[in-house]
């Protein structure tokens, strides 16, 4: 068993994340939220769809959350592509949420 698919086949709902970020994929611009354990807003930013938008979205979110990125669970639309690869390779542990099956938030 490779060391990814072992990380993979863990109990996901032991992991202690410290924050929680939602990424929505819009069609100018990412919007992005982030919250710590308690469900306080810490920050919202956007990020553009370029690499740029890449380097200062993994930025933000380190800067913001101030810990290791594996503490850092993200929700985001999507369970490919070069914005997932990026957060992945950066640490960050990405779930992909079908926005049908989410609630909106108040």
Known sequence: ???????DSGDILEQSFQ????IDWGTQTR???VMDRDGRV???FNADHSGEGLVTLVNKL????ACEPALVAIGIEAAWGVLVETLVEA?????????KQARPLP
Do not use: E, H
Not at 19 to 22: A, C, E, K, P, R
Not at 91 to 99: D, E, Q, T
């Open 19 to 22: 924050y929680f970020v939602g």
């Open 62 to 65: 380190k800067q913001r959350t």
């Open 42 to 44: 810490i920050g919202q």
């Open 31 to 33: 919007r992005i939220a």
């Open 91 to 99: 640490g960050f542990a990405v779930f992909s949420i079908n926005p």
């Open 1 to 7: 068993m490779t060391k990814a698919s072992q990380r």
